[in-house]
């Protein structure tokens, strides 16, 4: 054994728990719950209370999913800690553009319920068919999705600053768009990874 053994096992030591401690994962299970909180909110009683279709692919990824967790989990304990964090969605911005996004709802929902408008996979909403839409209301519901769009880019952007990780924008995104599809009320169409509408 050499004599510089102890101290690069130190060096190697200091080494794993350097890139443990740099390593700030996002926490996705809170990111769902605090996207489920805002969009109830929006939704109001239109929200479906659960979706409960799930794939035989969607479970077999989920138990894919905690069994690579757990084995992080194992080899590196203090990430857990940063999967077990609340995502701050109290903050000023983000009340603001939620009530912003409550008030608009009731105009929105006509055009949702009648399949005009479906919510995009990006996280936004979309016109999907404007024939669907009497020709003097059209200007009118562009502009609605439009003001919709922008507040629901801002309340990403708000929410990854205001919780001091803008780098998790585009993962705020995708969890929005993944559970505004799944609190979609019946009827209502919802885009698919693809890019292909359907009816839910």
């Avoid at 919510?119 to 003001?147: H, M, S, W, Y």
Wanted: hydrophobic residues 45%; neutral net charge; contains cysteine.
């Amino acid at each position: 054994m050499s004599r510089y053994f102890p101290l690069q096992l130190a060096v190697i030591t200091l080494a794993l728990s350097a890139c443990v401690t740099i390593n700030v994962y996002f926490p996705a299970a809170a990111a769902e719950k605090a996207a489920d909180k805002i969009i109830e909110d929006v939704l109001g009683d239109a929200a479906a209370k659960s979706d409960k279709r799930t794939s035989v692919s969607d479970g077999a990824s989920k138990v894919l999913l905690a069994a690579a967790g757990g084995v992080l989990d194992l080899l590196v304990p203090a990430a857990n800690a940063q999967s077990q964090a609340d995502l701050n969605i109290a903050t000023p911005a983000v009340r603001q553009l939620t009530q912003s996004m409550e008030a608009r709802f009731p105009q929105l929902k006509k055009y949702l319920d009648s399949g005009a408008v479906g919510f995009a996979r990006d996280g936004l909403v979309e016109v999907r068919d404007q024939n669907l839409i009497p020709l003097p209301e059209r200007n009118a519901v562009r502009k609605l999705v439009a003001d919709e769009n922008a507040d629901r880019a801002n309340l990403y952007r708000e929410i990854a600053s205001g919780n001091g990780h803008p780098e998790w924008e585009s993962d705020i995104r995708s969890t929005f768009a993944l559970r505004w599809a799944s609190k979609a009320a019946a009827g209502w169409y919802v885009q698919d990874s693809s890019g292909a509408w359907k009816q839910k």
